[in-house]
């Protein structure tokens, strides 16, 4: 299979890379790992005229702490690296999981965090990573900037509020409160190299090491035409004392938020069942990893 | 066992360094000069009759140099097995699967080939279509081929003994279905060629393939030209598991456009094309009855197969006989029965994949002895070992077991699993299974009705005496025969590996029908021996006549000659040799009279000394109608124990380990052996719990890709701890039988009986996905509730 013909660009500037975009508006796409956008151009799904690639554009690839309340993760950070990440391991769980799940090690050294947000499929694994810590999008054009809430972008299938003249310049990830733990489950057929039936994130504050539930966040991904949060579960959960029994209640909570579709990789049935059992085993694994919290 | 230099040793392959370093050539990495592109167009529509094609638009575009449709392929029909020829190069009158070919172009690159394709117009008057097997045999489904009336491609009915009184007899007879999956072989490498016709008539294929000389008869009837004028020559090949093993449209219309323009002409399968073209696993329907007596003898065996051939034959007659005739051991049987189906439906055509019509009924039939062994009180691996064969033992449908290490096979993986300690002892959740199976090491009979020989080799000498070089037909396409020929090559002659280069894959070679039915080691391995004896007598002779010593004296091994044991007097011979060979490197040393000393004495008295070897299987089987389906000169046999874990909560299964032993005879390669017992086992595994390709309503593929159609990954294999068993296979060379295929009969039962084990339910629909098994659990609970 060929690749159908178009222009390469590789601005050494995130300006030139927004004059760009400007200038070629939807003629345009960019190119980071390229591990979705070469495919569909392979298979003549799309075939954008010009190609505008981010590998030389300054701190694209860079992640930075903000000393005590965050991390700016560029958007052509790789998946490998998120994983490996000790920083992201620590205080933003979620996101390594999910980096570590997807695809598989040929892929995750190319693909992207920002290729995987802005691809916005379903199944994608980092989005409701993203989706239960506080992250904020940064979108630029040659003339505008904004920043966008994650549970603001995504809007189907495929579909996010990025213009065709805008690019996502970096991620912020504020840094949970203390004693906080997060987890991510997937369920695909294989160990590896696998496209979620379902995938669930969580992240749970306790008051302390013996403390309440004082935050509670849950998104789930392949079960709706974007990742949604399972928000009754959360409220149930916020005051409660942790428990087995009421991590599976807020499992059985959970599968209300979802209205997944029956396809070739599973039926509408067993994802929801499975939403109810993954929800409540990622709550369990949150919470062991909250009282492991150190300061 | 003998004792021996080369042979059973764990030898690096030879073909090793070229495929570690990227040197080795595969089909697609061929390139001449002026070569034209090629592409197919295949229909979008499963059943449709054809009104009308209009080429000239894509005729007219620059850079396109060929059109091809039926008027120009002709009407030739071809297939696999003479018997049912149901296939033209190019669909005339009808289409028949999504995906069925209609015309091929040849432009000068593949951006101009492919929107020639878009230019050709082909009207269609769409047809009902039937995707389901068992809507196909329903009266007034879509009729496919008028030649076969009810969708009934072949039928099947054998009967050994008097099936239903046997039954009637038995203490006990427990009934199982099963139902697998269509499966893709998923090879690395899709199937590619090039085609070069030259003005002398002569055509040349460089094609990834596993039967060159298959392709080369198939190629030569439906073009019309005459077989010595064809040739084929087998690159590097990046697995073949079945598929591969009959000629293509894709070589077909290579080789025709070649013809029609004069240039080289080359064509790759896309990975959805190698899904459309198929000729991979069948989906099986088994239904069975087994009746055994209260001790656990099995007495009689009743077995129903239905199977969905796709649109197309190809090798589905011998499939449809292997789900009968493969059952007749490893267990003995007093009666069976089998009735066989394989229906058409407008699907890609189905064919040969490792182990060749007997996986699916294998699985039901390994299950329905766990069952049965359950209702009995009994170990599973008691119940097989009071009814296991020996060898010498002869199946009851007259298949010989002339080797048969099954009760070996089995002491071994109950051993090495430590299967006592661990049947019915572990928690829920966690289980353990077994099974067993055998299988042909080669077929008994070529395709075609023929006398021929099915190997035929040429071993060729150096002029210096230091190399042999062994020229065959046969396939290497991954599985390691040509190492496996270099080492019986060397162990006969009696020189170092080093010493004996390989030539195969060529039909200029030598006749070999290649690499199906795991053939190679036995049939091919038989006529490089006889080759290399011959080469060795001549040397004696020529040795014998030279130094005055009977021919009785002389022995070859190590690289050297002995006369009587010792080193004889050989001093003129070493003199003369290194005079002949003055300011050389590496003049001949030593005590003894080397092997390069002693072939350049013959090469002196005789010219090029060249051994020839052939082989073909004595008269097999018995005279009932199909049996020579399932006949083979030996039978390799193995057992397996499987160790699953359940996610009781969402039916994910983890396979934990995996125990395999195989009787192969004498092991000749022992790392090749274990090789292909591990790829059988993660093959086996793929189909159990994944692999499935899916279709859509209208018969298009769903997932035609190695991201959608999902084989194992290295995550998802287990430690594999691999036992090779050895018996003495007087048919076999060196005594040496199969290993490539018989390897995989046991695996996907074993992990059902595992799965069931953990859980207590009995699935008998593939692949167990966590959403098949979890489902089953639930509804299993469910019942219990009630």
Sequence with gaps: MLLPKFDYHEPATLEEALRLLSEMGGNARIIAGGTDLLVRMKLKVEKPSQLISLRKIPGFDAIIRRENHGVTIGPAVTAAELSKNELILDRF????????????????????????????????????????????????????????????????????????NELLVSIFVETPAPWTGGAYIKLGARKTLEISMVNVAVLLTLQDQEGIIVDAKIALGAVAPTPVRAFAAEEYLIGRQPSTEVFHEAGAIGVGMCEPITDHRGSMEYRCLMIETLTSRALNQAYQNALAWKP | MGDYRVLNTRAPRIDGPAKATGQAKYADDFKMPGTLYAAILQSPIAHARILHIDTSKAKKLPGVKAVVTSREAGLIKYGVSPARYDETLFAHDKVRYVGDEIAAVAAFDQDTAQEALSLIKVDYEELPAVFDMF??????????????PGNMNAEVHQEFGDTDAALAACDLVIDHTFLNKRQDAAFIEPHSCLAVYEPSGRLTLYTSTQVPHYVMRTVAMTLQIPVGNVRVVKPYVGGGFGPKCEATPLEMS?????????????????????FLHSRARHQFYAEMSLGVMKDGTMVALKNKAVLDGGAYTSFGIATVYYSGSLLGGPYKLKSMKYDGYRVYTNKPACGAQRGHGGVAHRACFEQLIDMTAEKLGMDPIDMRLKNIMMTGDMTVNELDMSSLGMKECIEAIRKGSDWNNKKGKLPKGKGIGMACGFFVSGAGYPIYRSDTYHSTVVIKLSEDGGMANVLTGSAEIGQGSDTTMAMIAAETLGISLDNVRVYSGDTDYSVDLGAYSSRQTLMTGHATKEAAEEIKSKIALYLSQE???????????????????????????????IKEHRGWTDPPSG????????????YLRAGTIVGTGKYKPPKLGGSYKGAAVGTSPAYGCSAQIVEVSVDLDTGQITVDGMTDAHDCGLAINKMSVEGQMQGSLSMGLGECLFEEVKFDSRGRIINPSLGEYKIPTALDMP?????IVESNEPNGPYGAKEVGEGAIMPTIPAILNAIYDATGVRINELPVTSERLFMALKKNAEGAKI
């Design chain 2, 547 to 577: 130094l005055n010593v009977p021919i009785a004296s002389i022995t070859f091994g190590d690289g050297i000659v002995k006369f009587d044991g010792g080193p004889g007097n050989f001093d003129k011979l070493r003199t003369n040799y």
């Design chain 2, 135 to 148: 809507e196909a045999m329903k009266e007034g489904a879509p009729q496919i081929h008028n030649e076969f």
């Design chain 1, 93 to 164: 769980t979620p996101i390594a999981l999910a980096a570590g799940r997807l695809g598989a090690p040929v892929v995750r050294n190319r693909a992207t965090i920002g290729g995987n947000l802005v691809n916005a499929r379903p199944a994608a694994d980092l989005p409701p990573a993203c989706m239960v810590l506080d992250t904020k999008l940064k979108l630029k054009s040659a003339t505008t900037e904004r920043e966008i809430e994650v549970g603001e972008f995504f809007r189907g299938p495929g579909e996010t509020t990025i213009e065709p």
């Design chain 2, 591 to 602: 005590e003894y009279l080397t092997f390069r000393e002693a072939a350049r004495l013959a």
């Design chain 2, 719 to 723: 430690k594999v701890k691999s036992i």
């Design chain 2, 254 to 274: 290579c080789g025709l456009l070649s013809k029609v323009t004069g240039h080289p002409v080359k064509m790759s399968y896309s990975r959805e094309q190698v």
